[in-house]
C-alpha cells in the first residue's frame, strides 16, 4: 500500500529545536513506543493523505451528480470530511506527533476510477449518478475498513482517548455509506433503469 520513499523533508530546524527538551514522543498512557505504534503512526499519515485527497475530490463529484439530493450528500460530506481532517490533526497532536501526509495509493486509485466514471458518463443522466454512488462507497468502504481498523489498534495500543476518535469518524462514515445506499435505492437505480441511451 506505501512505498518507504520518505516524504518530503522540510527545514529541520523546527525539530532540532525541540531536540533538547525532547525525550520519548509522548504517547498517551504512557505506554512506550514499538514496531506496531511505529505502523499504527504510518497508516495515519496514509489516511490523512487521503481524507485530505477527498476535500478536493467531493466538489467535483458534487459538481458533476445529476440529483439534488446526491448534490447535497456530497456537499455534506465535505464537510464532515474536513472534520476527519481536523480530527487527524488532533490524533498526532495526541501522540505527540506532527501531522504528516503521505500518499495514499488505494484512494488515488479509487479516485481515479471515479474521475473516468464522470468521463464515460453523459452529463445531467441517472446513470452517472449510479457510477457516482458507486465510486463514493468504494471510497467509504475503504474509509470504513482504515478506520475499524485504526480504532482497534488505538485500543490494543492502549491509545483509548485516540481510539474514540477515530470511532467517531468511523460511525459518520457508515452513516455516510447509508445514505448512498438510501439514494440508491430510493430514485437514482430506477431513474438510471429508464434512461433511454443517447443515438
Ligand atoms: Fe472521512
Ligand atoms: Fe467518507
Same mark, same amino acid.
Given at each position: 500500500?506505501?512505498?518507504?520513499?520518505?516524504?518530503?523533508?522540510?527545514?529541520?530546524?523546527?525539530?532540532?529545536?525541540?531536540?533538547?527538551?525532547?525525550?520519548? %514522543?509522548?504517547? %498517551?498512557?504512557?505506554?512506550?513506543?514499538?514496531?506496531?505504534?511505529?505502523?499504527?503512526?504510518?497508516?495515519?499519515?496514509?489516511?490523512?493523505?487521503?481524507?485530505?485527497?477527498?476535500?478536493?475530490?467531493? %466538489?467535483?463529484?458534487?459538481?458533476?451528480?445529476?440529483?439534488?439530493?446526491?448534490?447535497?450528500?456530497?456537499?455534506?460530506?465535505?464537510?464532515?470530511?474536513?472534520?476527519?481532517?481536523?480530527?487527524?490533526?488532533?490524533?498526532?497532536?495526541?501522540?505527540?506527533?506532527? /501531522?504528516?501526509?503521505?500518499?495514499?495509493?488505494?484512494? =488515488? !486509485?479509487?479516485?481515479?476510477?471515479?474521475?473516468?466514471?464522470?468521463?464515460?458518463?453523459?452529463? !445531467?443522466?441517472?446513470?452517472?449518478?449510479?457510477?457516482?454512488?458507486?465510486?463514493?462507497?468504494?471510497?467509504?468502504?475503504?474509509?470504513?475498513?482504515?478506520? !475499524?481498523?485504526?480504532?482497534?489498534?488505538?485500543?490494543?495500543?492502549?491509545?483509548?482517548?485516540?481510539?474514540?476518535?477515530?470511532?467517531?469518524?468511523? /460511525?459518520?462514515?457508515?452513516? /455516510?455509506?447509508?445514505?448512498?445506499?438510501?439514494? =440508491?435505492?430510493?430514485?437514482?437505480?430506477?431513474?438510471?433503469?429508464?434512461?433511454?441511451?443517447?443515438?
Amino acid at each position: 500500500m506505501r512505498t518507504k520513499t520518505a516524504t518530503s523533508k522540510k527545514s529541520s530546524t523546527k525539530t532540532a529545536s525541540k531536540k533538547s527538551v525532547a525525550k520519548k %514522543p509522548a504517547s %498517551p498512557n504512557g505506554k512506550v513506543d514499538s514496531m506496531l505504534a511505529d505502523f499504527f503512526s504510518d497508516e495515519l499519515k496514509d489516511i490523512y493523505w487521503a481524507e485530505k485527497h477527498l476535500v478536493k475530490t467531493l %466538489p467535483k463529484m458534487q459538481k458533476a451528480a445529476t440529483s439534488e439530493e446526491l448534490k447535497e450528500a456530497f456537499a455534506d460530506h465535505l464537510e464532515t470530511t474536513k472534520g476527519h481532517v481536523e480530527r487527524l490533526e488532533e490524533v498526532f497532536e495526541l501522540l505527540g506527533k506532527k /501531522a504528516q501526509a503521505k500518499k495514499c495509493d488505494a484512494m =488515488a !486509485g479509487i479516485t481515479e476510477e471515479g474521475a473516468g466514471i464522470i468521463e464515460e458518463t453523459e452529463k !445531467g443522466t441517472a446513470t452517472r449518478d449510479v457510477g457516482l454512488i458507486l465510486a463514493a462507497q468504494k471510497v467509504e468502504h475503504y474509509e470504513i475498513a482504515t478506520y !475499524g481498523g485504526l480504532a482497534q489498534l488505538a485500543r490494543t495500543l492502549g491509545y483509548d482517548e485516540v481510539a474514540d476518535i477515530l470511532e467517531t469518524t468511523l /460511525a459518520e462514515e457508515k452513516d /455516510a455509506d447509508s445514505l448512498l445506499t438510501e439514494i =440508491a435505492e430510493n430514485s437514482v437505480n430506477y431513474e438510471s433503469s429508464e434512461e433511454a441511451e443517447e443515438e
